[in-house]
């Protein structure tokens, strides 16, 4: 098993593209698929795309992201690739409502981004989970809900 303990860097960046892409003319890249809730994980045991175990130990210093270049020797490299996250967009009608539903979202644990007047809580699960621990909130109509499918910034 290979033990990955830092990110080189991101496959976009010049000097790393180049060597890239080389390697993928030769077959010699392989992937590491992260699902989206995993990404903020530091300790991670996987198996690429290729059929390498690997076990990830990275630093508390770095993140994995979509486009990481994990492994780059002459003859082979990994870059890992992020599922797109699926945000459930709330929309408060009122402050009060606005004050409810943050008490929710801090007291669940979600992940959250905002955007606007709105909370955009990360899904790891069905979004009908998230929208019955809002109860009320939804079921009178006090929060407005979306599924959004691409990546919130």
Do not use: C
């Not at 000097?15 to 890249?29: D, I, N, S, Y």
């Amino acid at each position: 098993m290979r033990v990955i303990q830092r990110v080189l860097g991101n496959r976009s960046e010049a000097a790393m593209a180049k060597r890239l892409h080389h390697l993928e003319h030769h077959g010699a890249v392989d992937v590491l698929r992260v699902a989206s809730a995993d990404v903020a994980r530091r300790r991670l045991r996987a198996t690429t795309q290729g059929g390498e175990e690997i076990a990830l130990a990275l630093p508390r210093d770095q993140a994995l992201f979509d486009g990481a270049v994990l492994v780059l020797e002459d003859h082979h490299a990994l870059i890992a690739r992020v599922g797109a996250e699926r945000w459930l967009r709330l929309a408060p009608a009122s402050i009060p409502d606005a004050l409810e539903l943050g008490y929710h979202a801090g007291n669940l644990h979600w992940r959250v981004r905002f955007d606007g007047g709105a909370i955009l809580v990360a899904l790891e699960g069905p979004a009908e989970d998230y929208l019955v621990r809002l109860g009320a909130l939804v079921t009178e109509g006090r929060v407005a809900h979306s599924v959004d499918a691409a990546e919130a910034g």
